[in-house]
């Protein structure tokens, strides 16, 4: 008897059925159209709300990614060129001039590379730091040969 029941209206359980058939449809175009959307950056803001409230990435905020400068001189009688200014470990610049301004941020690891040069010292001296510099000092004299001296971590203010 409750099989009669069932089947009272095949019609409407058709219309129901090809309904939900069509909003699963519907559900899962719509779901895809906006996870392509995503992709995009610029309107990743305005469908996601979460992105405006967390704001942009820290390393790329100009704030927190404080600089400061440095002066070295040469004291050899000449230019060195075999002789290199290393910052993190990745060349930086070659003594082949009498000064050398660089540029380093906080906890950066300055070294003086001699290690392809002739059998002759090198000295350099810091003759200038910017005003948030802590780390080294002015006056700093660093000698090597045919080795990687390290001149100084930098910290700044």
Known sequence: MSLKKRNIRPELNKKIETL????VLLGMLLLITFQFVMLNESAR?????????EGGALEESAILTREGSLYLVLENEGPIPEAKLLLNGEPV???DTDEVKIMVRNNDVLELDTSRSDDEFVHICVVGISDNVLQPSVGLRVKARNKIELISRVKLK
């Open 20 to 23: 939900l058939v069509r909003a």
């Open 45 to 53: 803001v305005f469908l996601n709300y979460a992105t405006t409230l």
């Open 93 to 95: 610049t070659a003594l």
